[in-house]
């Protein structure tokens, strides 16, 4: 079974400036999550998607960051503007479906964002 | 709202002997636990979960949690350390009812195994 897969694996970009990150699920996974991993913590949830609709998003900056997941399956994360803040690993995670909402997520590579 | 603590930044043990990395949480309600491992460059990968029944929980590489009720612990352990245990450790509670399930992490424990 393919695991979730995360794109770019890494990203340098300057303050202001914009990117996108990009997420495909295991396949059938009907729960989606970005999580953000700032050095030395713990990942903290930003949004968590069932199918294409969203479940939480209470910890989202929504200010600059957005995601979407058209159709259901991939899913994209973008901040606009970064900020030196925004420097974080961004986690990429999705649950099975139809099963006991006490299963285990399945986590992607990460990407890695360095915001100058 | 719940949450989990790792008191511990760094564990330092020697192959082959036990170790145990803690985590301690505060829940409202039952408490449903994970372990998550993770190594450099790489996501997290699940080791165990804690949702009822057995308070000693095994998992994946031989690593165990033992669950304490009454000090609100969740610590995992391991009989006989290796070298390539060497990662760093998180303890997470999930959060939420119903579709809601989100994990709130701990800090994270790099577990250090030495030769």
């Known amino acids: 079974e393919a695991g979730v897969a995360q794109s770019p694996r890494y990203k340098i970009i300057e303050k202001r400036q914009s990117v996108a990150f990009w997420c495909n699920p295991i396949s059938g996974h009907a729960t989606l999550y970005w999580y953000q991993q700032i050095l030395g913590q713990g990942p903290k949830l930003l949004i968590q998607?069932?199918?294409?609709?969203?479940?939480?998003d209470s910890q989202l900056p929504k200010d600059r960051f957005s995601a979407e997941r058209l159709k259901g399956v991939d899913s994209t994360l973008k901040i606009q503007p970064a900020k030196l803040e925004d420097s974080a690993v961004y986690l990429c995670?999705?649950?099975?479906?139809?099963?006991?909402?006490?299963?285990?997520?399945?986590f992607g590579p990460g990407t890695r964002l360095t915001v100058l | 709202a719940q949450s989990v603590a790792q008191p511990e930044d760094q564990v330092n043990v020697a192959e082959g002997n036990p170790l145990t990395v803690k985590c301690t949480y505060s829940v409202s309600g039952n408490p449903y636990l994970f372990w998550y491992v993770q190594y450099p460059n790489r996501g997290l990968q699940f080791l165990l979960k804690?949702?009822?029944?057995?308070?000693l929980v095994k998992g994946s590489y031989g690593f165990e949690a033992e669950f304490n009720k009454s000090q609100t612990s969740f610590h995992l352990k391991k009989p006989s350390a290796l070298v390539s245990d060497s990662a760093l450790y998180f303890c997470?509670?999930?959060?939420?009812?119903?579709?809601?399930?989100?994990?709130?992490f701990g800090t994270g424990t790099l577990l250090a195994v030495q030769p």
């Open positions: 998607f069932q199918n294409n609709g969203v479940v939480d």
């Open positions: 997470a509670v999930r959060e939420g009812g119903g579709a809601t399930n989100k994990l709130i």
């Open positions: 804690y949702i009822t029944g057995d308070n």
């Open positions: 995670a999705s649950r099975p479906t139809g099963t006991s909402v006490y299963n285990e997520q399945f």
